[in-house]
């Protein structure tokens, strides 16, 4: 976490040389280590530091490494990599945050392709040979085999090109857009890899965008007990205002892991959603009503549960339809296929029921054909 530090006394104050030296020689024979707390200087924050006895013929002293608090320490819990689990309880083993026996397969194959020696370890060993024989005398330099070997063949990456082809494309990857570094200046900066690294891959490619599961999370708790984020959230809001309606929605879903309250949440974002349909003057709430329906969507694709959302965009649609949202908001579903926030198909979340094909078909919907009065 930090520099290591060493501690040593004036060399011209022979009590603090004692007294130090009396410490050390303490540490070392019950060969233990001790924990301070130091202050730098006058209204700065403790740090935590340990300190370990280190005993030289002609040098002693006390190494000092900053440790961190308990408050500090953060241990994460990652879901299994092997299956997913939905939030009624089922336990999924294809997903498309799984691995399928393809992708498996192509990985599989990739890797023995690229297989080579480990240049780093051969010179570290015969480093440890020369010196094991000639104690004094300077290293040599690294022989050119090893040097060969640190750099990727011609050979290999033609030989591996089809496998990583195959490999692309059974992981349905893209090649993603390099965003422009912004320097940093003083501590951390931005330093690029040296040039004799050994890059497996000879294309950026990124997964596809998928958006991160909300449901059953492990919240971390400090060891403290003391739990901030509680406190600031408070109570769990149990009605969801039309004047704030989206972050409410949100932090509802994001508040709760009962499949109840989010029907719920869903039931009461939809009420608004009509409400503003209802109530709008010409179009002059469609715009909020689309940004409602996308949030809610994006929302429950997230948590996986597509079925919500495709019953009231059905709903939603026989309603402007048969006008019972007012008469003539056909306009309003116009907007909605244009920014194709219509159904929820499988292929974004498998377990939905709707395939690509039904999704298209309800977002079409029959137009009149306008009757125009001619008149003398």
């Known amino acids: 976490m930090s520099n290591s530090n060493v501690i040593i006394a004036q060399r011209t104050n022979n009590k603090a040389i004692i007294a130090l030296s009396s410490i050390i020689h303490a540490l070392h024979e019950v060969e233990s280590y001790a924990v301070g707390r130091l202050v730098t200087k006058d209204g700065k924050s403790p740090t935590l530091v340990l300190l370990a006895p280190s005993i030289d013929p002609d040098y002693e002293c006390l190494l000092e490494v900053q440790l961190p608090f308990a408050e500090d320490v ?61 104690p004094t005398k300077p290293l040599p330099p690294i022989p050119k085999v090893l040097q060969k070997q640190s ?71 400090p060891l403290s007990g003391l739990d901030v984020d509680a406190l600031l959230q408070g109570e769990k809001r149990q009605r969801i205002s039309p004047e704030n309606a989206i972050p409410e929605f949100k932090q509802a879903l994001a508040n709760t892991d009962d499949i109840n309250t989010v029907k719920e949440s869903v039931k009461q974002m939809c009420a608004i959603i009509e409400n503003q349909i209802k109530h709008s003057l010409g179009d002059a709430n469609y715009d909020r009503v689309v940004e409602y329906i996308g949030t809610m969507r994006d929302e429950l694709i997230s948590f996986e549960e597509p079925d919500l959302y495709n ?66």
């Open 311 to 376: 019953d009231f965009i059905r709903e939603l649609k026989r309603k402007l339809l048969d006008d019972k949202l007012g008469e003539d908001r056909r306009e309003l579903w116009w907007l909605i296929r244009k920014k194709r926030i219509g159904l929820i198909d499988d292929k974004l979340v498998e377990i939905s029921k709707v395939t690509e094909q039904e999704a298209k078909e309800v977002c079409i919907y029959p137009i009149p054909t306008p009757i125009f009065a001619v008149t003398n």
């Open 74 to 134: 953060r241990c994460y819990r990652f879901p299994p990599l092997d299956r997913v689990t939905t939030m009624s309880g089922k336990v999924v083993k294809e997903h498309r945050n799984l691995p399928n026996e393809n992708l498996l397969s192509a990985m599989e194959k990739y890797v023995e392709n690229m297989e080579l020696v480990q240049p780093g370890e051969e010179g570290v060993d015969q480093a440890i040979r020369w010196r094991a024989i000639h």
């Open 151 to 221: 750099r990727q063949p011609d050979e290999l990456m033609e030989h591996s090109k089809s496998a990583l082809e195959q490999l692309i494309k059974t992981s349905d990857v893209k090649k993603g857009k390099l965003k422009p570094s912004i320097p940093r200046v003083g501590r951390g900066d931005l330093i690029s890899p040296p040039s004799h690294h050994i890059f497996l891959l000879t294309a950026i490619i990124v997964p596809p965008k998928v958006k991160g599961r909300k449901r059953n999370r492990i919240t971390d708790k």
